[in-house]
């Protein structure tokens, strides 16, 4: 227990350095995935081609790659990031969208292609389909894939430790640099701590999958 006490200051840091990640780089992942995926289904084929290259291209590059590239090439190019919390945040997001925008697209496969023919033969555009028709009845059927990003997100935090981010897992590292025989609690309270962001998230899922059922 005095790890905690003695590094509750730490720890409260770091935790929230983790909730900031995770919540930024879902936001970017969020709002990225949406139009990625959307472009994926999208009728020209350009567009379709360059949601495909930027989904295959991520989802066959390790994160930490990614991580390398916007911390250190990108200020090689004029383009760097303001603090590495920001260089995080925004490795997290680009990585994530391209499992987001693969979620979104599973679930509108879901979907009947006899609604989206019927709303082209009226006159609908691609965008009001997706947007009144399509889009509105894959939410449920993505709910269950987009908890397993969101959690991958969460765990993902932990690569940012080894770019000069104080999240959990680089203050159980700090932990164990000042007193290394402490480090086995301070890993055992770290790991509770993601506990407590994974197993509320899917419980928040849970029952977002179980309301939009019930709204049927």
């Known amino acids: 227990m005095h790890v905690l006490t003695d590094n509750a200051g730490l720890l409260a840091r770091a935790f929230g350095t983790t909730l900031l990640l995770s919540a930024g780089g879902g936001g970017i992942a969020a709002f990225l995935g949406v139009l990625i995926g959307v472009a994926r289904m999208s009728p020209v084929p350009l ?3 360059v949601g495909a290259i930027y989904v295959e291209i991520i989802r066959n590059t390790p994160l930490t790659v990614v991580f390398f590239v916007i911390v250190f090439v990108l200020p090689q190019i004029g383009l760097s990031p303001p603090s590495y919390v920001v260089a995080a945040i925004l490795a997290l997001g680009l990585y994530t969208a391209a499992f987001v925008a693969e979620a979104l697209r599973a679930g509108v496969c879901t979907v009947g292609r006899g609604q989206a023919e019927a709303a082209r033969a009226l006159g609908v555009s691609f965008l009001e389909q997706m947007r009144f028709i399509i889009v509105p009845q894959a939410v449920r059927a993505v709910v269950p894939p987009l908890a ?3 959690i991958a997100l969460v ?8 770019f000069g981010v104080l999240e959990l897992t680089a203050s159980g590292q700090r932990i164990n640099f000042s007193d290394p025989a402490a480090v086995i609690s301070a890993l055992l309270w770290i790991a509770v701590a993601y506990l407590v962001i994974t197993l509320g998230s899917a419980f928040g899922f849970r029952r ?3 309301r939009l ?3 049927r």
Request: proline content about 0%; hydrophobic content about 50%; overall charge positive.
């Open 148 to 150: 397993n990003v969101w």
């Open 155 to 162: 765990k993902n935090t932990s690569i940012a430790a080894g």
């Open 208 to 210: 977002l999958e179980h």
């Open 47 to 49: 567009l379709r081609r």
């Open 213 to 215: 059922a019930a709204a």
